[in-house]
């Protein structure tokens, strides 16, 4: 009896993994991987949140996502795990980064990548060169604070700003499948949530236009435009995506709590837009709480999961505690190594089947239940949130 009971749960616990192994995940926040090859030093920051050079001390390897690399990417690049940085960076340059992201990008089996090409574009891959190195659809979310710059570089122009920014957002609005803010970066999410009037925005433009003529520099932090921006994207009505938490030495983490957010989440609540709080660690139970309810807030546990690595388990047990299942999605948030790319879905799919799995072994879920959740996450709530056809 014991024995059927034991063969019984690991048959279960086989299919769970086939199941979650199978899944077509979205990528709903990812940026472009690579464009080329990078030397040690260049690698190892971007294999951190970091940004400065790493002292000669310490290496990045010596850390959960360096050690999932040499683990869990070095067999993809035929080398036997677990290998040392050392072997891996050779490897990795002989084969060349083209070819590193092809093979990494075919393991993450991925079946569409929701991409921001906001940060740093230029050093990695744009959309199309996305289609091309991974072999999968790519769809493009646009970063609202990205336009508002361009906009002031091209057309510095303080009366009409506001309108030519209008415009623009809803020109994106026709081939984007979302827009996504910084705002957490860039102020925190202790802003006022009211919807500044055409005076104060007009003000706000003038004031920051000056600047921009006077430096040379667009960089939009000014909390009025910021504020103007959000509430223009949820006009527009399409998916609106937040960095939430965890991210590099530019935050103030503690001011991207999104509990501070509650008094705009309250006022856009009847507005009809769906907003998507990123990566949230390790503010993801608050982000559970708010998803929970607030029938417009959705979140996921992106860029975390590359970075705790073994560990991802327990985030994502986390996760899973008070949010509703629909209003979860999956997300890697790579930016640049493809490693990035395959660690998310690697560390997603292995933490799922073995939280989901630990509960059907219990007797909790059943394994129906367990797979059809694991696909929610995976992939349904993504498609019916940003409207996306089925694989
Ligand atoms: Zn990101």
Redesign the pocket.
């Known amino acids: 009896m014991i024995r059927m009971e034991h063969n019984d749960s690991a048959g279960s616990q086989g299919r769970l993994a086939a199941a979650i192994e199978a899944l077509p995940l979205v990528d709903h ?3 472009g991987a690579l464009a080329g090859d990078v030397d040690r030093a260049a690698f190892e920051v971007m294999i951190t949140e970091s940004s400065v050079p790493t002292p000669p001390w310490m290496t990045q390897f010596d850390s959960q996502v360096g050690f999932s690399i040499r683990r869990w990417c070095a067999p993809l690049l035929d080398l036997a795990p677990p290998c040392s940085a050392e072997e891996y960076l050779a490897r990795r340059h002989e084969l060349g980064n083209a070819e590193v992201n092809r093979r990494l990008l075919a393991a993450a089996n991925v079946d569409r990548y929701l991409i ?1 090409t906001g ?1 740093q574009g230029d050093a990695t891959l744009g959309i199309e060169q996305m289609v091309a190195a991974g072999g999968r659809p790519v769809h493009e979310v646009v970063r609202l604070e990205a336009v508002a710059e361009d906009v002031a570089r091209e057309d510095p122009d303080a009366a009409g700003y506001a309108a030519a920014v209008r415009e623009r957002l809803a020109r994106q609005a026709t081939t984007a499948v979302g827009f ?1 803010s910084i705002v957490a970066y860039r102020h925190g999410f202790d802003v006022d949530p009211s919807r500044p009037t055409d005076a104060e925005v007009r003000q706000a433009a003038d004031r920051w236009l000056r600047e921009v003529g006077r430096t040379g520099a667009a960089r939009l932090a000014d909390p009025v435009l910021l504020r103007f921006l959000l509430w223009e994207a949820v006009d527009l009505g399409r998916p609106l995506q937040l ?1 939430v938490g965890y ?1 590099d030495a530019d935050l103030d983490l503690h001011r991207s709590n999104p509990l501070l957010l509650t008094p705009w989440l309250r006022q856009i609540s009847d507005r009809g837009v769906d907003v998507l709080l ?2 949230c660690y390790p503010f993801h139970r608050e982000a559970g709480y708010l998803a929970q309810v607030f029938p417009h807030v959705y979140f996921d546990v ?2 975390a999961l590359n970075y705790v690595g073994a560990r991802s388990a327990a985030v994502v047990a986390e996760s899973l505690e008070l949010a509703p299942f629909a209003k979860q999605l999956y997300s890697s ?1 790579a ?1 640049g190594p493809a490693e990035l790319h395959f660690l998310g879905a690697l560390n997603w799919r292995r933490a799922m089947t073995r939280i989901l799995g630990e509960w059907v072994a219990d007797g909790d879920w059943t394994l129906d239940d367990a797979t059809r959740v694991a696909t929610m996450i995976g992939c349904t709530n993504a498609r019916r949130v940003y409207g996306l056809p089925a694989s």
């Open positions: 926040h990812v940026h921001e940060y996504k960095h991210g990123l990566h992106g860029l948030d930016w």
